[in-house]
């Protein structure tokens, strides 16, 4: 028999890195940009669509949380080194976005720099929840 209302335990975590210089806006904005992909890539990480009491239909969101880290420039140049070398799902955010304003300048903006020169402002990794912990070692919970 199965207990609808026991926690749900997911084998995965998907994590979100800032840059802790980053003002309000760009924390929101960076955030929303590095999770558009994941569905895309690990479609079971999206949940079924939604509804409410009148029937209207409303868009399936992920399925499990997504939680959010801060840490220095340093931290951050690392935990991406990490996901990259660990061949991990992950997005990057770089500064050079915050000029663009659009998808194919965005990914222009990317391009143009080699991994290991990218200035970073914020990764999202999808793995295994031990893995995803190594690629965050020295990032702390968001505030």
């Not at 806006?25 to 940009?33: E, K």
């Not at 143009?112 to 402002?121: H, M, R």
């Amino acid at each position: 028999m199965t207990n609808d209302h026991a926690p749900v335990r997911f084998d995965t975590k998907i994590a979100v890195l800032l840059r802790e210089d980053l003002e309000t806006w760009q924390r929101l904005n960076v955030t929303a940009f590095l999770v558009s992909g994941l569905g895309s890539e690990h479609p079971e990480v999206i949940g079924e669509p939604y509804a409410d009491a009148d029937d209207t239909p409303y868009l399936p969101m992920l399925r499990q949380p997504v939680l959010v880290f801060e840490g220095t420039k340093e931290t951050l140049t690392a935990a991406h080194s990490r996901a990259v070398s660990r061949a991990m799902s992950c997005s990057v955010f770089t500064s050079d976005l915050f000029t663009t304003g659009n998808d194919r300048d965005n990914r222009a903006a990317v391009r143009a720099v080699p991994k290991d020169q990218l200035d970073v402002v914020g990764i999202c990794v999808h793995g295994p929840r031990n893995a995803v912990d190594k690629v965050l070692k020295g990032a702390r919970m968001h505030p």
